[in-house]
């Protein structure tokens, strides 16, 4: 069966405190891994999309990473104002994109 | 502007009254999804459709149906709501030879 699971479901930093957030994911025929940002009251905000292991994407604090397993997004000096639900999906068919439930990420000044 | 516009944005209905949730895009994009989020849960697939004459059920479409109106218009009906239907619905699009998916803003859907 197809699934994501996202790590963890909760995460607390004091801003420059640099972490990771983790996505593991089975699948049959992955077509691609993308990550999303959620702010409270709003729509998933497309942020990388990967498509092979060994591929890696930046954006400002940002930098996503794909293995055959899993997939992580490193956040660099993190601010505040990156203070957002991140959220993982991965695309096994045409159509099928299965999401995560999402790290919950807190940035304290 | 908002390339993805849902209304309304917040809707309280009662039980057993047709309600219908809206969705217009100005990305140009020729697919369209409907997609409802539960607290604990990831964003489960409703409807798809890949162009005006393409219409798909996803994982949860009991209860649900969906009109197709133009390439840029996608409605969601809930013929008879009832309160586990409560949740947020959100529209998106992606466009043929991307994957990328990109979110309206969502609706609020609460049935009492």
């Known amino acids: 069966e197809d699934q994501v699971t996202q790590s963890p479901e909760a995460l607390r930093l004091q801003e420059g405190e640099s972490s990771s957030l983790n996505c593991s994911y089975t699948?049959?025929?992955?077509?691609?891994l993308f990550w999303y940002r959620q702010d409270p009251g709003k729509g998933p905000e497309f942020l990388f999309t990967?498509?092979?292991a060994g591929e890696e994407k930046e954006k400002e604090r940002l930098k996503a990473t794909l293995t055959k397993k899993e997939s992580f997004l490193h956040i660099t000096a993190p601010k505040p104002e990156d203070s957002a639900t991140y959220l993982c999906?991965?695309?096994?068919?045409?159509?099928?994109?299965?999401f995560g439930t999402g790290t919950r990420l807190k940035v304290l000044a | 502007d908002a390339d993805v516009t849902q209304t309304p944005r917040n809707r309280i209905t009662k039980t057993g009254k047709r309600i219908m949730l809206e969705c217009s895009q100005t990305?140009?994009?020729?697919?369209m999804y409907w997609y409802r989020q539960d607290p604990g849960l990831g964003l489960r697939l409703i409807y798809y459709?890949?162009?005006?004459?393409?219409?798909n059920k996803g994982e949860i479409s009991d209860g649900y149906s969906v009109s197709r109106q133009a390439q840029a218009k996608f409605s969601l009906s809930l013929e008879s709501a009832i309160p586990n239907q409560t949740a947020l619905y959100f529209c998106?699009?992606?466009?043929?030879?991307?994957?990328?998916?990109?979110f309206g803003p969502g609706t609020r859907l609460t049935v009492t």
């Open positions: 990967l498509y092979s």
């Open positions: 990305k140009g994009h020729d697919r």
């Open positions: 998106a699009t992606s466009a043929t030879g991307t994957y990328e998916q990109y």
């Open positions: 699948v049959s025929g992955l077509r691609g």
């Open positions: 999906a991965v695309q096994s068919g045409t159509y099928k994109y299965i």
């Open positions: 459709s890949f162009d005006v004459k393409d219409i």
